[in-house]
């Protein structure tokens, strides 16, 4: 509905700036992009953005060109972008409930819910496969995966909090 009713101004009244956006708790730049036919890249760089985090009550501009519109994703297409191979970053953990669904277990800003990435500590060489399972981490741009603690314990890094690490993808769902 929302993206019609702005095909419609665009297409009828040839206007090329959305209204601002106030950010509501829960949005994420990812979703706001999509909602918005847009890239996360053409978000960040519309708003001058540095990071990734988002607080509610923020206002966004959220740009739309009659001239050159952004594509739209496919309607069956529910994955955001995947991580860079390779990337590198600082990983933390969160402690929770220990169940052996949760056992190895991350959460990654952009990788979708299931996929498997291997998690190796810069310092060690020490490796764990872990599934993506959350959103995160939020807050810190040099910060890249959240681990669940016991995937903190196969690293190593309980004691340390955080860790020079770098992440490969393995398999997505």
Do not use: C
């Amino acid at each position: 509905m929302k993206r019609a009713l702005w095909t419609a101004v665009l297409l009828g009244g040839g206007l090329t700036l959305a209204a601002p956006y106030t950010v509501q708790p829960g949005d994420t730049l990812w979703s706001l992009a999509r909602a918005h036919g847009l890239t996360v890249a053409q978000v960040m760089q519309l708003n001058h953005l540095t990071t990734d985090a988002l607080r509610a009550g923020q206002v966004l501009q959220l740009q739309l060109e009659a001239e050159t519109p952004a594509p739209v994703p496919a309607a069956t297409d529910d994955t955001p972008p995947p991580a860079t191979p390779g990337q590198r970053g600082m990983a933390v953990y969160y402690p929770g409930r220990f169940s052996n669904l949760t056992a190895l277990t991350a959460a990654h800003p952009s990788l979708p819910f299931g996929t498997w990435v291997r998690v190796q500590l810069a310092r060690s060489g020490r490796s764990v496969d872990v599934m993506i399972n959350d959103r995160g981490p939020f807050g810190n741009p040099e910060r890249i995966i959240d681990l669940s603690t016991e995937a903190a314990r196969a690293l190593g890094m309980l004691d340390d909090g955080v860790a020079a690490v770098t992440l490969t993808v393995l398999r997505q769902p």
